[in-house]
């Protein structure tokens, strides 16, 4: 019997609880931040609805309980957050605190894709960035503010609904915004959000949606088992020096999630997305004893479990398909589970890289990666053949909501162009997970005591503990933990409030944000959120509330070195985007910390890399010309630590003999400033430089900005490279940066 290759789809959407717990610390708003709100019309009820136009597809969707919740408070209109409360203050009655935030938050958002397109936005955004937030408030006119107001609310409307005849005329007509307009905004927001639950629940009981769910609040499933597990993945983590371990918590949010999906879909539900795809062997007997039938994971959780390196090509495509693809099973005493494995890869192109290109390029770029995975199946099956002899399913799952921002038109054309495709394919079919897995019962086992303790990130829990801070928080919460435990009368049933505060501590987004990986410009909030609901437990209880939750976890500045902080694609001007830059990797240069290279022009360097270039900002000091025929030139050289090639030396003089100067590079790429030209070349033998060509791109401006393209340098994914930059002014060494350590990166 010949087959299709399969494929599914899993989206996941989640918010935290951004939900206060006012109390007389901590007095605010009913919601912290709007995020809810917004993503609410622009990303969970579009994403369906495109699907439905695409009869013939099939995907599965993951609704966090915690965003059903605040999804169901907003679309009752019970919900308020602080720029709701601005939006709907009238224009002449804003306080200077009200303008003073509407300048600083309501330009959150992908300005490429958020504000650009709409002209009154753009112009105020302009205004605010070229002028200064200063200037906004002192030169800002009543009518400025209530247009403010209003675009920061429309520009989060997705644009499937702009066709709608209200909506289109606030578009058309782009200014002059009064408070009733901002009132029928709102209530066209709380129209959409409502819709998003029973869209969901009709296309599942239609049969082209699979709904799934996740544990309660979103918790770290193996680290609520017992935070040790971070040193399954990791034996030299600095744990927490008190150690969580309170298993019976599990159940708990699994009861919980099950018990919400039952009310909002009349049935039970069967797939479990654990928080962050993290998962161990000590949660599996609580999720089958649940009545879950399948869980989903990373494949390097696959690959760590069976001791095997997930190889590719230099396309991408995975070496070894046939492990890969396909559901495994885990057998418990409660009940077999089955569980699948993503692909890490197509499933990051979708969400940080696709959005950089033109949408269909990217819509055949996937569905080239799917042929791709086909033909090195059949290749592998014996004798070959040209059709699929056996059902292999091809998972691909990510967040459903923050990678369409980046997109145009919110990911509308790309999602067109590949649905379109896909529909008209025979040999690629779109499915529910539970669709397949009741076509084609698991047949390969995984022995459960041997599944990794691991996320979907690097296959660790790193992200969510072993940094000081992330540890400061976790012994907060397992002191907190410790006093409910001493109150046995203090039930689920006798005291909720408690209980509730406890799981909403135990969600896993404050450790994301706590300590070094991830920043945003709420962090303080997010520490704030995560020590209220703390604050709440101890009030419920009658308690004295400790010290240690009146001070913030950590303190929350800017600045400095920083890896890192996901893929990147800024466009390549000179302009230096800032936002752009947000989540790149950053060095402090010269008289920037007071290092050694005082005499440096550059004051710091931005780096990051998506799956298609590697880049490379660098900012110089106030008063240097970039166009001056008197600056140096900047090269960059690298090497592959992990893969022996040709080397070659730095070829000018005054080189000093010390490290990293003394280092033999393999690629050099040259940049001259004045001219804006660059060129590039590779190491041959005898250490000699050869010119090779390059698409590498560059912009000078207000900094110097490069993409050097992968496809250039012939690397395979993950291989690690290390960089250095050099300043050359005729012909003669000046000095190099980084002055402590080189640039890492590693090939996606």
Wanted: charged share 25%; proline share 7%.
């Amino acid at each position: 019997m010949s087959h299709p290759l399969y494929i599914a789809f899993v989206w996941h959407q989640h918010q935290p609880l951004y939900k206060s717990r006012e109390n007389p610390k901590y007095p605010g708003k009913q919601y912290r931040l709007p995020w809810v709100r917004l993503h609410g019309t622009k990303d969970y009820l579009d994403l369906v609805l495109i699907l439905e136009r695409y009869p013939k597809l099939h995907q599965t969707v993951n609704l966090v309980p915690s965003l059903i919740l605040q999804l169901e408070d907003y679309a009752a209109g019970v919900a308020m957050d602080p720029y709701l409360a601005v939006a709907l203050t009238p224009e002449d009655q804003l306080t200077p605190a009200q303008k003073e935030f509407a300048v600083q938050y309501f330009f959150d958002g992908n300005h490429h894709t958020t504000i650009d397109p709409h002209p009154r936005y753009a112009q105020l955004y302009e205004q605010r960035q070229d002028k200064g937030r200063e200037w906004c408030l002192r030169h800002w006119q009543v009518n400025d503010y209530g247009d403010l107001l209003a675009w920061h609310n429309l520009a989060w409307i997705d644009p499937i609904f702009w066709d709608e005849p209200e909506i289109a005329d606030w578009f058309e007509r782009g200014k002059g915004f009064s408070l009733s307009d901002r009132q029928r905004i709102y209530s066209k927001q709380k129209e959409i959000i409502a819709r998003i639950i029973p869209q969901h629940r009709k296309m599942q009981e239609t049969g082209q949606l699979e709904v799934m769910t996740t544990p309660y609040t979103h918790p770290i499933m193996p680290l609520l088992a017992d935070t040790n597990a971070g040193r399954v993945a990791v034996p030299n983590m600095t744990l927490p020096r008190s150690r969580f371990q309170y298993p019976q918590d599990i159940p708990r949010h699994l009861r919980k999630a099950r018990e919400m999906y039952e009310d909002r879909f009349g049935t039970k539900p069967r797939g479990l997305w654990p928080s962050e795809q993290s998962v161990s062997p000590a949660v599996l007997p609580y999720i089958a004893e649940e009545g879950f039938k399948w869980i989903c994971s990373d494949e390097a959780v696959l690959g760590w479990t069976i001791n095997h390196f997930f190889h590719r090509d230099a396309a991408g495509n995975v070496s070894e398909p046939e492990l890969l693809y396909r559901p495994y099973r885990l057998e418990t005493e409660q009940g077999d589970l089955s569980i699948i494995f993503r692909d890490h890869r197509l499933s990051d192109l979708i969400g940080f890289t696709y959005s950089a290109m033109e949408p269909q390029a990217a819509a055949r770029d996937l569905v080239g990666h799917l042929d791709a995975i086909a033909r090195s199946l059949k290749k592998r099956q014996n004798g070959g053949g040209t059709s699929l002899e056996q059902p292999w399913l091809v998972t691909i799952a990510l967040d459903g909501e923050n990678c369409w921002e980046y997109y145009q038109q919110d990911g509308l054309p790309f999602l067109e162009s590949l649905y379109g495709t896909l529909s008209d394919r025979k040999d690629l079919q779109l499915v529910t997970v539970s669709e397949f897995l009741d076509r084609f019962p698991t047949t390969q086992t995984l022995p459960a005591r041997t599944l990794h303790s691991g996320s979907w990130v690097d296959g660790n829990f790193t992200t969510w503990i072993g940094d000081p801070a992330k540890n400061r928080a976790w012994d907060l919460l397992t002191e907190a933990r410790r006093v409910l435990a001493e109150h046995p009368e203090a039930t689920e049933e006798s005291n909720p409030e408690a209980w509730e505060a406890l799981y909403a501590a135990e969600g896993s987004d404050w450790f994301w944000w706590f300590g070094e990986g991830h920043s945003s410009n709420h962090d303080d909030i997010f520490d704030r959120l995560f020590r209220e609901h703390l604050y709440a437990l101890y009030t419920a209880l009658n308690v004295p509330v400790p010290a240690g939750i009146e001070r913030e976890v950590e303190h929350h500045e800017a600045g400095g070195d920083r890896r890192p902080q996901s893929f990147i694609h800024p466009i390549i001007n000179g302009i230096g985007d800032e936002q752009d830059w947000d989540k790149a990797g950053r060095i402090e240069v010269g008289g920037a910390r007071g290092t050694m290279h005082r005499s440096s022009d550059v004051r710091r360097l931005f780096y990051g890399l998506d799956h298609l270039n590697f880049y490379l900002r660098f900012d110089f000091k106030a008063g240097v010309e970039l166009s001056s025929d008197g600056l140096p030139e900047l090269h960059l050289f690298w090497f592959y630590p992990d893969a022996p090639r040709r080397l070659s030396r730095i070829p000018f003089v005054d080189l000093p003999d010390s490290e990293p100067a003394n280092y033999l590079y393999h690629h050099h790429l040259g940049i001259d400033l004045p001219s804006g030209s660059l060129w590039f070349e590779e190491a041959g033998d005898e250490h000699q430089w050869h010119p090779k060509a390059s698409r590498a791109s560059m912009g000078v401006n207000q900094c110097l900005e490069l993409a050097v393209p992968w496809d250039d340098l012939n690397v395979e994914p993950d291989l690690p490279l290390q960089i250095l930059a050099v300043l050359v002014k005729d012909g003669k060494f000046q000095s190099y940066l980084p002055d402590s350590e080189l640039i890492s990166l590693q090939a996606p």
